[in-house]
């Protein structure tokens, strides 16, 4: 089973780059982030049309998040237990659409489009990192209630765990840039504590191996990018994991996402 998953920066506005590459690559599981649709105005033909049955969870033109199968989309589920909601400027706070679960051929996905903290003083910082505690929380309780369950974390963690996951450590540090500050890396590395694996790593050795390459400033051509897009497993769905590959080649020409699509190769 090839499963995957793509932040897609606007399903709509990537309509066809979408349907080409679900062509082209016979996935049979895609978790996509930031669709920046509502459930009203979500491409649902383009899936179905494809042998897909699709689950999204989207209100307003900002995030959004959904799940594609061709082998089951099963006890769909959106949110996780007691996931943080944002207020922003002390506003009533609101459930932002960036969490949707599905079993699909036996597996449990989720596709995750983890907060921005935007900068390191911003409100939305305390926000991200209570939302990865939360979450870590609940996946650590998957665990502890079925050791061998199949469980894939996947989606944009705006998160550069590593050194090597960003084209440049001290342009980031010394201008305290978000996505490899401690605490952040610390929210991140709970999830391998908790026992999850970053099953796509191996196959794909850095350094100036990314998944996220910013519009401006020619960051793509310069090879300037991050890795932020990941996909984490339990332990006995890591123990399936026959290949993975990060596909560059999605990020160029006209129309493409920031982000770049990773996939991951089931036993």
């Known amino acids: 089973m090839l499963i995957a998953t793509w932040n897609v920066n606007s399903l709509r506005a990537r309509a066809d780059r979408v349907e080409d590459w679900l062509r082209r690559t016979d996935v049979d599981v895609l978790a996509i982030q930031e669709t920046k649709c509502k459930d009203e105005n979500f ?18 033109q ?71 505690d939360t979450l870590n929380r609940q996946a650590a309780g998957w665990l502890q209630e079925d050791p061998d369950a199949q469980i894939a974390l996947m989606g944009d963690w705006n998160i550069a765990p590593q050194d090597e996951d960003v084209w440049d450590i001290d342009y980031f540090v010394q201008n305290e840039l978000t996505h490899v500050s401690e605490p952040e890396r610390a929210a991140f590395s709970a999830f391998l504590e908790t026992g999850f694996v970053d099953v796509v790593r191996p196959h794909t050795p850095g350094p100036g191996v990314y998944t996220y390459w910013d519009y401006t400033q020619l960051r793509f051509p ?30 160029k020409g006209k129309g493409a996402s920031d982000h770049a699509p990773v996939l991951v190769e089931l036993a």
């Open 43 to 60: 491409p649902w033909e383009l899936f179905e049309m494809n042998g897909y049955e699709v689950a999204h969870f989207g209100v307003n």
């Open 62 to 132: 900002w995030n959004g998040v959904a799940i594609a199968s061709r082998v089951g989309l099963d006890d769909v589920q959106r949110t996780f237990p007691d996931q943080p909601a944002f207020g922003k400027g002390g506003k009533d706070p609101l459930q932002e659409p960036r969490a949707i679960a599905a079993t699909c051929g036996g597996v449990r996905v989720w596709s995750l489009y983890v907060p921005n903290g935007r900068a390191r003083d911003d409100e939305h910082m305390p926000y991200k990192l209570s939302w990865l």
């Open 222 to 251: 310069k090879r300037q990018g991050m890795r932020i897009d990941f996909a984490l497993c339990s332990p006995a769905l890591a123990g399936r994991v026959t290949g993975a590959s990060i596909d560059r080649e999605e990020r």
